[in-house]
């Protein structure tokens, strides 16, 4: 038997990288273990989706120690773990300052709510589907201009929609700006047909109600740090760790994040940053498809991994 070293020559690592295998073909070992390594020696800034938490943080974390001089600024290294929250960063996904416009509280409500309903993905458009996608992001949007955003993270956007509907609708007309949005739940409300607005509410209080954890509730109100990971001021390397027993509720809340670093770091005059996802399947990444579009420009490292 002989072996031979050799390398893989990735000519522009800015195109993004696709890892594909059958199981066992040695894709992390190979490939994407090599990709962390390689890029915190060169300083950049990373965001790591750890499908299989801590295999692929550990290797970074324990490599960044001993490569710091790769970088002008010492990075700061960040996890974000629902399993473990003492072993875990805190940090608000949906963040008032994230957003200017409630169409940014729709992103949010959309992307939670596709997270949790795979299905809803082919069926983009049905009353069903967009009713409780329209709700979540009304309630959003009213945490965000409610006392400055003090209350604008998902923990309380989700007690908040468990309330007695007759007093959430009440609370959310009184702004204008969300009475015109919520108009077929108030219709339906004021016309008496409380079936049609038990099965609208009812579409998104189920799904989210599996979310519903002290756990996650603590990691996702806290700010811990903000998620800018390539700012040359304060670089950051970023684990967001999943648990593949509870990746149906995990995966939602870690989309956030993942929405959120896409929009954020896709931004000129940056550090040079990296996003791997291990397991891409797992998660629905919205904006994946950008980020890739627009690596080049941004000098930003999409690498995917799946089997």
Not at 274 to 297: H, K, M, Q, W
């Amino acid at each position: 038997k002989r072996v031979d070293n050799g390398y893989i020559n990735v000519v522009n690592v800015f195109r993004a990288s696709i890892v594909l295998g059958t199981p066992g073909s040695g894709k992390s070992y190979a490939v994407v273990n090599n990709y962390i390594k390689q890029q915190i020696e060169k300083g950049f800034a990373l965001y790591l989706y750890d499908y299989k938490f801590p295999d692929l943080s550990e290797i970074a974390y324990n490599h960044l120690l001993n490569h710091l001089d790769g970088y002008k600024v010492k990075p700061k290294f960040y996890v974000i773990n629902f399993d473990d929250p003492r072993k875990s960063h805190r940090c608000n996904p949906i963040n008032a300052s994230f957003m200017s416009d409630i169409a940014d509280a729709y992103e949010a409500s959309y992307t939670i709510m596709l997270n949790l309903n795979r299905s809803w993905i082919s069926k983009q458009g049905d009353f069903f589907v967009e009713s409780p996608i329209i709700l979540l992001a009304a309630i959003i949007w009213y945490l965000r201009i409610y006392q400055g955003g003090r209350y604008c993270t998902f923990p309380h956007a989700i007690e908040l929609l468990n309330k007695k509907y007759a007093d959430v609708f009440t609370i959310l007309r009184s702004y204008p700006e969300l009475e015109n949005y919520l108009s077929p739940f108030v219709d339906a409300w004021e016309s008496s047909a409380v079936e049609q607005l038990q099965g609208q509410i009812a579409s998104a209080k189920i799904p989210l109600s599996r979310m519903i954890s002290p756990a996650l509730y603590w990691v996702m109100t806290g700010d811990d740090f903000s998620l800018d990971i390539n700012n040359p001021k304060e670089p950051k390397i970023l684990v967001v760790g999943n648990n593949p027993d509870r990746q149906n509720i995990y995966s939602a809340a870690l989309e956030l994040y993942n929405s959120r670093i896409v929009k954020l770091i896709n931004k000129k005059g940056q550090l040079k940053s990296s996003v791997i996802i291990d397991e891409l399947p797992t998660i629905y990444f919205r904006g994946l498809d950008n980020l890739i579009a627009t690596a080049c420009i941004f000098r930003r490292i999409p690498v995917q991994h799946f089997r």
